[in-house]
């Protein structure tokens, strides 16, 4: 069944082979897009090619111009329909029923501005990685809003758009994404549609293949930006604190490596966690005194 609500927007840049493996699974699904976009910034690698041969339609960005929050809201712009789902180049769907289990709680409750689904490690994902999609991807779905922010602290606003659909209508009204935003445009929307009296959903059903190692490099630029993210978005944690999120974490990990008798799993966590710590902290300081904005969000 063709749904022509329902656009598909993907965002690549030198997707490699998994991408493929995304664009089959697209095809099989029990609910099909009116359409799939593609915006490539400037991939090298057959990418925008592949898309094409797929029936896809593609727009090509300079790649410098590429922006998490702006390139989304520009090219959400581009559609008509009710719903837009957006997925990273290395998201694979699982099954047939990605779509319909993402589209579907959307149908059934007017209020629900975003839904997002479940994200399965590789096979070949390292027990760090493994244990980290677990802990933010658990079995069940749940309904998230406002009155839930007390006892779900910041985990209330926790979504991704690696796999995750919007009603066109709540995004348009709340402004879409916030433009020029380092990581966590995702988040972001989310916590100002919950603030706003609309909800957010979990989908465990809807469920795609993502996980990629991480170096230590890579992780301290990670944390380093989502440092900077929230000291320019501190209204974020006027409504929710960090500490509970970041403590329930690194304690479920230690029950779950001491449980599966890794220690060595427990002393990288806890040396992971320090450099998390270390580089939040740097990137927090480093926005605060060298590129302080308004935080004027919602």
Excluded at 126 to 153: H, M, Q, V
Aim: aromatic share 12%.
């Amino acid at each position: 069944m063709i749904e022509k609500k329902i656009s598909v927007l993907i965002f690549t840049y030198n997707a490699g082979r998994e991408f493929s493996s995304l664009l089959d699974g697209l095809q099989k699904q029990t609910v099909k897009p009116a359409q799939i976009l593609v915006v490539d910034s400037e991939s090298a690698d057959g990418t925008a090619e592949l898309a094409e041969s797929r029936n896809c339609k593609v727009i090509t960005i300079n790649r410098a111009n590429f922006d998490h929050g702006t390139t989304r809201n520009l090219t959400a712009s581009e559609i008509s329909g009710e719903f837009a789902i957006f997925l990273t180049q290395d998201a694979t769907p699982v099954d047939e029923h990605m779509i319909a289990e993402l589209i579907g709680p959307m149908q059934a409750d007017s209020k629900i501005a975003m839904c997002y689904g479940r994200q399965l490690p590789r096979p070949n994902a390292a027990p760090l990685e493994r244990f980290a999609r677990e802990f933010n991807y658990p079995a069940e779905s749940i309904l998230k809003t406002k009155n839930d922010i007390k006892t779900l602290g910041l985990k209330t606003f926790f979504c991704s758009n690696t796999c995750s659909a919007i009603r066109c209508s709540i995004f348009n009204k709340l402004d879409g994404f916030k433009n020029n935003v380092i990581v966590n445009e995702d988040m972001l929307f989310a916590a100002k549609a919950i603030i706003n009296d609309y909800s957010v959903y979990y989908s465990a059903a809807a469920k795609v293949y993502h996980s990629h190692p991480f170096s230590l490099p890579q992780t301290f630029k990670r944390y380093f930006n989502i440092g900077r993210f929230f000291a320019d978005n501190k209204w974020i944690l006027k409504h929710a604190g960090l500490n509970n999120y970041s403590g329930d974490m690194l304690k479920a990990g230690v029950k779950t490596f001491w449980k599966e008798r890794m220690p060595y799993c427990i002393v990288a966590m806890f040396a992971e966690f320090t450099i998390k710590v270390i580089a939040f902290k740097l990137g927090w300081y480093y926005q605060i005194l060298f590129h302080k904005k308004h935080d004027t969000y919602l």
